[in-house]
């Protein structure tokens, strides 16, 4: 297959930058000044500092730990650029579970130099219940409904849920436990694939405290210890990461000579035991990044919320002994797991809240306890950042009292018709303000792991995510005003439309045009950098791939669109390319199935043409 070739220059049509910040300006107060003095044919980007970096690791660290409080602070100009009638924070009654965790402060420990920070006291941005950012909500719009038919809400829900468990797992209980061949060579090669693909998306233990582990379990110690649950799933993953032609579905492929037994075991630990345990968490944890490489998001969610409600029931234990209290860094590495997975699956599939987004605002970051694993914490420390901005997104841009209008969950009456509470003005100093904390999220990674933007090849998989997560975000920051620009022309064209129609700010606007063209030019992007990690199991395999299918929609909006189709690329090629990457997981009635099927239905003009 040839080598993807980055996107094409687009048109360019934008204000000066005097004019862009002028609106801003007026819109929110929000000044900002060009150093030059001069105006540009694009609005001035945040610039690189010419001073030399400290890049020490404890430096680094305190540099990502800074930024997480100067977005904290930033979350209050949120709330003031969209001065309604309550602030843009939803309740944690929301958490369908633990809600009492932010209404009941006495249930948090005190702040200590590894616990919980009590001085970042502005609202919270959780992800909404009813948010419209789902991919599935694409499928509901009109222009998409009149080529595809009716998807409901909750489709990639269902289509998950019914779809049974491979193999062995499949039966998990119908016989009894049996234990894999304890060969130590093959194990520690399964260990090595474990620690080289897999512990640097989730470092959430250090080798030496593994070893400690399987020195145990070789020594036929304390076989259904949870520690025994942890080394087999370290196998597992480390069988299922590898890089192995032929069945992608089997029992050997899938280590689940390793998984079955370590699932039981958890299981087993997780009901019969009453006190809570980080080990269990970790294991958990574990159990969820195995379905994760598997495509299986609902069982990853699943395992993931037993570890959060697991580690929410360790906080409550020391509410007693406030005074005392504090993290160890396996447990702060442990909670934010816990929070991005979480926060992740609420922002594809509107799952149930366990109570742990709350305390993302109070948790302190980890920090390096291994001088061989300190880029993997700083890329984890990043991850979780750019999470917690995705998390304000959704919040403010993307709640149910703002992108929707009606009780119907999959906007009927189509978008033209939503952001309607904020207006045009408010909606476009959001998503400035929130654009230049993306800018300032970025620019906080230190030079030599910051992943340049584009599409160059990136040196590992920690970097591929970031900057992937990079377009995500700026993708749906800039989303609504593509929606209202092709729903407002859908509209317009239709025959029930009005043949003699008012001005409308949103078609005439140069800056909603190019706000327009920041969300094609992300989504085409974002494509071109997924190639890559959706060819591999990962536990984003899923993630990347419904959001490759959410920018294909946007993208085939936008060239159906006459006022955007000249800012579109050539798509037939990268839509091949996605499609090919997806058949390797489509088995029969799978999301990745469904997936493609929606995608080969998108007709793009230079298809067409061709």
């Known amino acids: 297959m040839a080598t993807p070739s980055p996107p094409k220059q687009l048109p360019n049509h ?14 929110a107060g929000i000044v900002s000044e060009d150093v030059t003095g001069r105006s540009h044919a694009r609005p001035a980007r945040i610039q690189m500092p010419t001073v ?147 512990h640097p998306h989730h470092p959430l233990f250090t080798p030496s405290v593994f070893k400690s582990w399987q020195a145990q379990l070789i020594e036929e110690k304390d076989m259904e210890e949870i520690g025994t649950s942890i080394c087999f799933c370290v196998y597992a993953l480390g069988t299922v990461c590898s890089d192995q032609g032929g069945n992608y579905e089997s029992d050997e492929t899938l280590g689940l000579q390793f998984f079955q037994p370590a699932l039981r075991i958890m299981l087993h630990k997780l009901v019969w035991e009453f006190r809570s345990s980080i080990h269990l968490c970790q294991a958990l944890l574990l159990a969820a990044s195995y379905f994760a490489h598997l495509g299986r998001p609902l069982h990853s969610w699943k395992m993931a919320q037993f570890s959060s409600r697991t580690f929410l029931n360790l906080v409550e234990s020391r509410r007693n002994n406030l005074s005392s209290a504090e993290f160890e860094e396996a447990e702060l590495r442990t909670f934010w797991q816990c929070f991005t997975v979480e926060c992740d699956r609420i922002a594809e599939l509107d799952v149930p809240r366990s109570g742990i987004e709350p305390l993302g605002d109070r948790m302190r970051l980890p920090h390096s306890t291994d001088p061989t694993d300190n880029e993997n914490t700083i890329y984890f420390i990043a991850e979780h950042a750019i999470r917690r901005l995705l998390n304000r997104i959704h919040n403010s841009l993307y709640g149910p009292d703002i992108a929707q209008t009606s009780p119907n969950p999959v906007l009927p009456i189509g978008p033209s018709q939503t952001w309607q509470n904020l207006g045009l003005q408010k909606l476009l100093a959001l998503s400035a303000e929130l654009n230049r904390q993306l800018e300032e999220w970025y620019f906080s990674i230190p030079d030599y792991l910051r992943p340049v933007k584009g599409t160059l090849p990136l040196p590992n998989d920690r970097a591929r995510v970031l ?144």
């Open 52 to 198: 030399v970096e400290d890049a020490s690791p404890t430096a680094v660290i305190d540099r990502l730990a800074r930024i997480e409080s100067l977005l904290e602070h930033q979350s209050q100009q949120i709330n003031q650029l969209s001065t309604r009638s309550s602030p843009v924070s939803y309740p944690t009654s929301q958490a369908d579970y633990f809600s009492t965790y932010q209404q009941q402060s006495d249930y948090l420990p005190a702040s200590t130099s590894a616990g919980i920070d009590h001085h970042l006291d502005s609202p919270q941005f959780l992800i909404p219940k009813g948010h419209a950012t789902l991919p599935s909500t694409l499928l509901s719009l009109p222009k998409v409904r009149d080529l595809l038919g009716d998807y409901p809400r909750d489709f990639f829900f269902e289509v998950e849920e019914k779809l049974p468990l491979p193999g062995l797992l499949g039966s998990l209980y119908d016989s009894p436990l049996v234990w894999p061949s304890l060969d130590l060579d093959n194990l520690d090669a399964l260990a090595d694939n474990y620690f080289r693909n897999v």
């Open 14 to 27: 934008k204000l000066t930058e005097n004019q862009a910040h002028s609106l801003l300006a007026t819109s």
């Open 467 to 610: 900057r992937l997560r990079y377009y995500a975000a700026k993708h749906i920051i800039h989303r609504p005003f593509l929606l209202q620009m092709v729903s407002r022309q859908h509209e317009g064209q239709s025959p029930s439309s009005s043949t003699v129609l008012s001005p409308d700010p949103y078609i005439e606007s140069p800056v909603v045009l190019e706000k327009c063209e920041a969300c094609i030019d992300s989504c085409v992007t974002y494509l071109y950098n997924a190639l890559e990690m959706v060819d591999k199991r990962s536990p984003y395999l899923w993630t990347f791939s419904q959001s490759c299918m959410a920018c294909l929609l946007m993208l085939w909006m936008a060239d159906n669109s006459p006022a955007l189709h000249p800012y579109v690329p050539h798509m037939q090629s990268i839509q091949g390319m996605v499609l090919a990457k997806l058949r390797k997981w489509a088995i029969k009635d799978s999301t990745f199935a469904a997936e493609i099927h929606i995608i080969e239905q998108l007709e793009f003009s230079d298809s067409m043409e061709a």
